[in-house]
Nanobody, 127 residues
Framework: QVQLVESGGGSVQAGGSLRLACAAS????????MVWLRQAPGKEREGVAA????????KYADSVKGRFTISRDNAKNTLYLQMNSLKPEDTAMYYC????????????????????WGQGTQVTVSA
């Protein structure tokens, strides 16, 4: 059974940092396509950082390039999102998602491409 459990969210001031973690079970993260998505109130869910299967190519939304870093530790079956220089507009619920049967080596930010989701962790950035 595939499970994804996010942690690490919280409240920070603008300019601060947070590191989100997504503990995965039921599949091998090294061969899965994975992504971090977020959804702010009244807005659509958007992909912010994606990781391709095996070779770990990355892709970022323009709004987070240079500030966020996606990575994974296959030994721990865990996905991470390091978020630096946080801005109030980064405030949202953050989700990790996975496609364990992914065949693509190109990272994808589209939420509809992922079949399994975590419950989310809230990030709030104050000005």
């Amino acid at each position: 059974q595939v499970q994804l459990v996010e942690s690490g969210g919280g409240s920070v001031q603008a300019g601060g940092s947070l590191r989100l973690a997504c503990a995965a079970s039921g599949f091998d993260t090294s061969s899965a396509c994975m992504v971090w998505l977020r959804q702010a109130p009244g807005k659509e869910r958007e992909g912010v950082a994606a990781l391709s299967r095996v070779i770990d190519l990355t892709k970022y939304a323009d709004s987070v390039k240079g500030r966020f870093t996606i990575s994974r530790d296959n030994a721990k079956n865990t996905l991470y999102l390091q978020m630096n220089s946080l801005k109030p507009e980064d405030t949202a619920m953050y989700y990790c998602a996975a496609d364990p049967h992914c065949v693509y080596y190109t990272p994808r930010l589209t939420p509809a491409d992922y079949h399994y989701w975590g419950q989310g962790t809230q990030v709030t950035v104050s000005a």
